[in-house]
């Protein structure tokens, strides 16, 4: 089986929002070499240091990860020369979840009689995105998206943005902590949605279908 590359993920945003979430699995973390303690003699010493620099380092010795500085022109190698702000984190890949329904997404089962088992969810709120693949403008639609609450981001699956380090920097870190799932038949999955008992209302912003399978 073929090893999985790593993903390197910059900026002090997005490094910090890994450490909280622990969705990957983190081996390393990448610090400017001005951010070791010392760096620069006894002038160094006395300057103040970057807040959340220092907050990163302490989840990441709590974590068991391990820190290493070096020149800032070799952490640039590791984000394709964009802007790192001294930090980066080396860790697993993040995916998407596949369903086929929003009841797998809710965790919920039929019993033997046929009915449904548990309390059914309210007032959840869930974004679908259709053709977003340019990692600048999914990266702000997480960002938005978690500014006002969405329960979770549902993809179509034949057209989805990869869960990039740079969807994760310009969503300011909201990568790490939406839930996101991906659904390739996308008829059947709204069509279940709206039927009872979950009755979820579909609105699109699809201003030139005006047909009221999608649009309620």
Known sequence: MKKQKPDYIYGVNPVMACLSAERRYMTKLYLNISEKPGAGGERQKQAPTNAKIEQIKEMAKKQGIKIKYMHKAKLSKFCGNRPHQNAVLKCSKLDYENIRSMRDLLGIKRNEEGQFDGELPVGKFYLFLDQVTDPQNFGSILRSAMFIGVDGVIVNKT???????????????????????????IQHFFEDAKKAPLNFKVISTNLEDNSSDFVD
Not at 163 to 179: D, H, N, Q, Y
């Open 159 to 185: 057209n989805a943005c990869g869960l990039t380090p740079v969807v994760s920097k310009v969503s300011s870190g909201a990568l790490e902590f939406i839930p996101l799932y991906n659904v390739k038949f």
